[in-house]
């Protein structure tokens, strides 16, 4: 359950800072949000894996 939580937290800020350059970048098309989920999901995990182990 722990590491469920650390990988949540880690997603839910790789997400938030993504949005972020998203909006600043002005990339809002469906394409560049699919991108960012699947780039966030992506170093979430590693991110959790490498630090927590």
Request: charged share 10%; aromatic share 16%; proline share 0%.
């Amino acid at each position: 359950m722990e590491v469920f939580i650390m990988i949540l937290f880690a997603f839910l800020v790789m997400m938030a800072i993504s949005s972020f350059l998203n909006i600043m970048l002005k990339t809002t098309k469906k394409k560049d949000w699919l991108i960012s989920f699947l780039l966030s999901t992506f170093l979430s995990i590693v991110l959790v894996m490498f630090l927590g182990s």
